[in-house]
């Protein structure tokens, strides 16, 4: 069964790795869709986005990664996948999954799970490791080293949440 793992991954966190690492284990096969939430302006351009995460699951069996445009439900039908999966970490993340997961499920036909954050990463996000970056601070608990060499390049890394 291929599950799709959509998200901006402005950077991907150990947090995102786990959530995709657990849904190999449940569905065989994941691609990532690293899309863009419209309106809003991103850190790291997208197709190095597909890059470092390609990197970063290169030891993970059964996983691919995609730039996304367009609507997750087409990129859905066109990759062969039937499920969404989507890590949550707070009440907050499942307000704004559930509504997500119904329009997909209204316009695609396609299921989404939600796994919950383990605890481990339940509280990480992108957008605190962006603001650690910012302030010059060490990110190395929270992404894989080429991540955060990556954000170090990066002259201001205040871009969008996530
Ligand atoms: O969780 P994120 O990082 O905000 O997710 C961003 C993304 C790109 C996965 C999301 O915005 C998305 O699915 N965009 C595609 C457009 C779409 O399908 N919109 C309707 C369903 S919400």
């Not at 695609?108 to 990463?121: F, I, K, Q």
């Amino acid at each position: 069964m291929i599950a799709v793992c959509p998200g901006s991954f402005d950077p991907v966190t150990y947090g995102h790795l786990d959530v995709i690492e657990r849904a190999t284990r449940l569905f065989g096969e994941v691609v990532v869709a690293v899309g863009d939430n419209h309106g809003k302006q991103y850190l790291i351009a997208r197709d190095e986005r597909v890059g470092l995460i390609a990197r970063a699951t290169a030891g993970m069996p059964g996983v691919g990664v995609q730039a996304m445009t367009g609507l997750l439900a087409d990129f859905c039908r066109r990759v062969g996948a039937t499920i969404i999966v989507k890590g949550v970490r707070f009440a907050s993340d499942f307000d704004y999954e559930l509504q997500m997961a119904h329009v997909n499920g209204a316009i695609g036909g396609v299921e989404t799970v939600l796994l919950p954050a383990s605890r481990e990463w339940g509280t990480i996000s992108s957008t605190f490791v962006r603001d650690v970056a910012r302030h010059g601070g060490d990110v190395s608990a929270f992404v894989p080293a080429e991540v955060a060499a990556a954000l170090r390049r990066k002259p201001d890394p205040g871009g969008a949440d996530g």
